[in-house]
């Protein structure tokens, strides 16, 4: 089995929802939150630009906010879902304007790095045995003036953590894992997540201790989730996220089940009438 953090993300938010999109492969109706759809195009705006710097070319200004304009207007659509009452699709359309206005002024002339690449594929064999696999993608990976590596990620979001919250983030750390088992001069690796709507970032660095103990956290995460897969045993967490969770239409707690009870009989295969224990929240 072939993991991914969102993968075990997903089961940690929710089990029963786990259970429709990789288990069950539950087909959803599309759509995205307006924040979702600007944040990916924040990403794509950044991926070409930097593609372009790869080769020498740094992109104007002006031309990294037309271009993420016109990736705007290609790809909106009906299923992007804006849940304030209080902003319009421009204002998150300009939001995205802004993120990439305050970063290329921040960085320009963007010469204090090497970029290696966007959206680079990481594999991670946690314990070298095949059992526990990963997969990502990185944002964008630099090498320093120093020879060491930088893992960058953008983030779009309204908030910024603190600098413990940030580091308690097992994704870049999976990812510099991965960036070691791919690249063996990976001697000194930071992590550095943007918070592109405040024009900050915070920096982080992971002791081998630090590593050893995702290691383990993660093989932990693993073995749950594959006894659950054993045991088909997939409760439902109530939570506030509950009303944008793409399976709530199909979700028995939608449909009134008992308070502590879960029934998926529909969702079996074969049919079972069998009932789940959740805990109440």
């Given at each position: 089995?072939l993991y991914?953090y969102?993968?075990?993300?997903?089961?940690?938010k929710?089990?029963?929802?786990?259970?429709f999109?990789?288990?069950d492969?539950?087909?959803?109706?599309?759509?995205?939150t307006?924040?979702?759809?600007?944040?990916?195009?924040?990403h794509?705006?950044m991926?070409v630009?930097?593609?372009e710097?790869r080769?020498?070319?740094i992109m104007?200004?002006?031309?990294l906010l037309s271009l993420?304009?016109?990736l705007w207007k290609?790809k909106?659509?009906?299923g992007?879902v804006?849940?304030?009452r209080d902003?319009?699709?421009?204002?998150?359309?300009?939001?995205?304007s802004?993120?990439?206005?305050?970063y290329?002024?921040?960085y320009s002339?963007?010469d204090?790095?090497?970029?290696?690449?966007t959206e680079?594929k990481v594999?991670v064999?946690l314990?070298?045995d095949?059992?526990?696999?990963?997969?990502?993608?990185?944002d964008r990976?630099?090498?320093?003036?120093?020879?060491?590596y930088?893992?960058?990620?953008?983030?779009?979001?309204?908030?910024v953590p603190?600098?413990?919250?940030?580091?308690?983030?097992?994704?870049?750390?999976l990812y510099?894992?991965?960036?070691?088992?791919?690249?063996?001069?990976a001697?000194?690796?930071e992590l550095?997540w943007?918070y592109l709507?405040h024009d900050r970032?915070?920096?982080?660095?992971?002791s081998?201790?630090?590593l050893d103990?995702?290691?383990?956290?993660?093989?932990?995460a693993?073995?749950?989730i594959?006894?659950a897969?054993?045991?088909?045993?997939f409760?439902e967490k109530?939570?506030?996220?509950?009303k944008w969770c793409?399976?709530?239409q199909?979700?028995?707690q939608?449909?009134k089940?008992p308070a502590?009870?879960t029934?998926l009989?529909k969702?079996l295969d074969?049919?079972q009438?069998?009932?789940?224990e959740?805990?109440?929240?």
């Amino acid at each position: 089995m072939l993991y991914s953090y969102s993968r075990i993300k997903r089961f940690e938010k929710c089990p029963l929802a786990y259970r429709f999109e990789y288990i069950d492969k539950v087909e959803t109706e599309e759509f995205d939150t307006i924040e979702a759809f600007m944040g990916s195009l924040v990403h794509e705006s950044m991926d070409v630009f930097y593609a372009e710097a790869r080769s020498g070319k740094i992109m104007p200004h002006d031309s990294l906010l037309s271009l993420y304009a016109d990736l705007w207007k290609e790809k909106i659509h009906p299923g992007v879902v804006i849940n304030s009452r209080d902003l319009a699709e421009e204002d998150y359309q300009n939001a995205g304007s802004k993120c990439l206005t305050d970063y290329y002024n921040h960085y320009s002339p963007f010469d204090h790095s090497e970029v290696i690449g966007t959206e680079i594929k990481v594999f991670v064999d946690l314990l070298g045995d095949g059992k526990y696999k990963f997969i990502g993608y990185v944002d964008r990976l630099d090498r320093a003036h120093h020879g060491g590596y930088e893992i960058h990620d953008y983030k779009t979001g309204g908030s910024v953590p603190s600098k413990k919250q940030a580091e308690s983030d097992r994704q870049l750390a999976l990812y510099e894992l991965g960036i070691r088992q791919m690249r063996k001069d990976a001697g000194d690796v930071e992590l550095i997540w943007h918070y592109l709507r405040h024009d900050r970032e915070i920096r982080s660095k992971k002791s081998a201790s630090d590593l050893d103990s995702l290691k383990t956290g993660l093989v932990s995460a693993i073995n749950i989730i594959e006894k659950a897969t054993k045991d088909d045993f997939f409760p439902e967490k109530r939570t506030n996220l509950c009303k944008w969770c793409a399976y709530q239409q199909i979700c028995m707690q939608q449909k009134k089940a008992p308070a502590r009870q879960t029934r998926l009989s529909k969702y079996l295969d074969p049919p079972q009438d069998r009932y789940y224990e959740i805990e109440t929240l």
